[in-house]
C-alpha cells in the first residue's frame, strides 16, 4: 500500500481554491502523537481544543470545528474512530463525538507500516506540509503538532506531480530590486542578499504559479506574517494589516502595524504587479478579519 500517495490524495472539499486543511491538520497531529506514543489514542473530548487552535491559527479565516476531519477522515483509509459502544464513529456533530467518547487513531494497517519503517512518518508528514501550506509555516506547524523532523533526501516525484520553478527566487528578487516590498529592508552578505525571500501570493500548494506576477520580494519577518495572514496586499498594491495583529512595542507598531495603507515598493517599471485574482485569493484565504484602518503619518 503506497501510504505517500494515501496522503497526497486525501478527499477534500474543494472549490475554487477554497482553503480546507482541516483533514491535513488533523493527520499531521495524529502523526506527532504517533511519534511520541505509538500506543497513544485521541479521545476527541481531550484533543478538541487542540485542533481548535490548529485550525484557527492554519486554517482559513472562516470559523470552523474539529469534528469535521475527526469524522471523515476515516474515509481516506488512514484513520479510525471507536467509541465506547464499538468501531465507527457516532457521526460529525460535536455533541456526537463527545457524548458517545469517540476515540480516534492512525488506521491499524498504518501504524504496523509506521513500526517498520520509522523513516516513513517522516515522508508522510512532509507530502501532506508540501500539499497544503508553504515552507515558511513548515517549521512552526511541526513543532505545533509536536513532530521532529529529521531532514530526509528529497524522493523522486512521482509522475505527473507538478514540480516548483527553481528560477521564481531570482526572478522574484530582481522584480523587486532585491528590497522587501513591505518595508524596504536590503541586506546582504558581500553580493549575496540575506533574510530576503520569494514569497507565493496565491499558495503554490492551491495551484499558485511561479510567476512573478505571483510572488513578492519579502524580509523572512514580512514572509512568515504575510504567510500567516496578518499582512496582505489590497486594492491599489496597498499593504493591509489584520486587526487581530496585536503588538505593543514600538518595534511592532513600526515593522508592522505602522504598514497600513502603504503602497507596496515595487515591481520595477515594465515587471507585472501581482495579478488581481492572486491578490484576491490570498485576502479571502489566508488574511485574517478586517484589515486596519490606513496609518496617517
Known amino acids: 500500500m503506497d501510504w505517500l500517495e494515501?496522503?497526497?490524495?486525501?478527499?477534500?472539499?474543494t472549490r475554487s481554491g477554497v482553503r480546507a486543511p482541516h483533514k491535513p491538520l488533523l493527520f499531521l497531529y495524529a502523526l506527532g502523537r504517533f511519534q511520541a506514543d505509538a500506543g497513544d489514542e485521541l479521545r476527541y473530548s481531550?484533543?478538541?481544543?487542540?485542533?481548535?487552535?490548529?485550525?484557527?491559527?492554519?486554517?482559513?479565516?472562516?470559523?470552523?470545528?474539529?469534528?469535521?476531519?475527526?469524522?471523515?477522515?476515516v474515509s481516506d483509509g488512514v484513520w479510525e474512530v471507536r467509541t465506547d459502544h464499538g468501531p465507527g464513529s457516532p457521526g460529525k456533530g460535536v455533541r456526537e463525538l463527545r457524548v458517545a467518547g469517540a476515540v480516534g487513531r492512525l488506521a491499524p494497517d498504518l501504524r504496523a507500516a509506521l513500526r517498520r519503517e520509522p523513516s516513513l512518518l517522516g515522508r508522510v508528514a512532509r507530502v501532506l506540509l508540501d500539499l497544503h501550506f508553504p515552507p515558511?509555516?513548515?517549521?512552526?506547524l511541526c513543532q505545533a503538532v509536536g513532530l521532529e523532523l529529521e531532514l530526509a533526501e528529497t524522493e523522486p516525484l512521482p509522475a505527473g506531480r507538478r514540480q516548483r520553478d527553481r528560477r521564481m527566487r531570482e526572478l522574484v528578487l530582481t522584480a523587486y530590486e532585491y528590497q522587501c516590498a513591505f518595508c524596504g529592508y536590503d541586506g546582504r552578505i558581500g553580493a549575496m542578499p540575506v533574510g530576503l525571500?520569494?514569497?507565493?501570493?496565491?499558495?503554490?500548494a492551491f495551484d499558485g504559479p511561479d510567476d512573478v506576477d505571483n510572488g513578492l520580494c519579502l524580509c523572512s519577518l514580512h514572509h512568515k506574517l504575510f504567510d500567516k495572514g496578518v499582512l496582505g496586499v489590497g486594492d491599489g498594491h496597498r499593504i493591509l494589516v489584520s486587526q487581530h495583529f496585536v503588538g505593543r512595542s514600538p518595534v511592532a507598531r513600526?515593522?508592522?502595524?505602522?504598514?497600513a495603507g502603504r503602497p507596496l515598493l515595487g515591481p520595477q517599471p515594465g515587471t507585472r504587479p501581482i495579478a488581481a485574482a492572486h491578490r484576491a485569493w490570498h485576502t479571502e484565504q489566508v488574511f485574517h478579519g478586517t484589515p486596519r484602518p490606513a496609518t496617517v503619518s
Open 6 to 13: 494515501r496522503a497526497a490524495r486525501l478527499r477534500q472539499w
Open 46 to 73: 481531550a484533543v478538541e481544543e487542540d485542533l481548535k487552535r490548529l485550525l484557527a491559527e492554519y486554517g482559513p479565516s472562516n470559523k470552523t470545528t474539529p469534528a469535521y476531519p475527526f469524522h471523515y477522515l
Open 197 to 204: 525571500e520569494a514569497a507565493h501570493v496565491r499558495w503554490w
Open 254 to 259: 513600526e515593522h508592522v502595524t505602522a504598514l
Open 136 to 140: 515558511s509555516l513548515h517549521g512552526d
